[in-house]
């Protein structure tokens, strides 16, 4: 079973830098797509940034050119690295992992995705 911890989150002033990281365990695949999510209250939940063994990455429009999503192989953990935070970025966020590769914009789709963390808010 796939595991995903999430932290990172904290309180932040509008236009400075947040990175949340996600650390992944048993994801023992050669395939595999991982991805934030984030949900604010009376929202629905958002795919925000994802990427894929197959190459893949894709950013939801409000976030690129201020947010990147990457990994660390090595220390089996997905970053999201956010700058220029506005007010509208206040969410709680997810990682997600699935045992599959999807082009955009099917990586920003949560129906993909298997694997689940409980969420880090941000801000807190």
């Known amino acids: 079973q796939v595991q995903l911890v999430e932290f990172g989150g904290g309180s932040v002033q509008a236009g400075g830098s947040l990175r949340l990281s996600c650390a992944v365990a048993?994801?023992?695949?050669?395939?595999?797509?991982m991805a934030w999510f984030r949900q604010a209250p009376g929202k629905e939940r958002e795919g925000v940034a994802a990427?894929?063994?197959?190459?893949?990455?894709a950013y939801t429009d409000s976030v690129k050119g201020r947010f990147t999503i990457s990994q660390d192989n090595a220390k089996n953990t997905l970053y999201l690295q956010m700058n220029s935070l506005k007010p509208e970025d206040t969410a709680m966020y997810y990682c997600?992992?699935?045992?599959?590769?999807?082009?955009?914009?099917?990586?920003?789709?949560?129906?993909?995705?298997?694997?689940w963390g409980q969420g880090t808010q941000v801000p807190s």
């Open positions: 997600a992992a699935a045992l599959s590769c999807h082009v955009a914009p099917f990586l920003l789709f949560s129906n993909r995705y298997s694997y």
């Open positions: 048993k994801l023992t695949y050669s395939t595999y797509s």
């Open positions: 990427l894929d063994t197959c190459g893949n990455i």
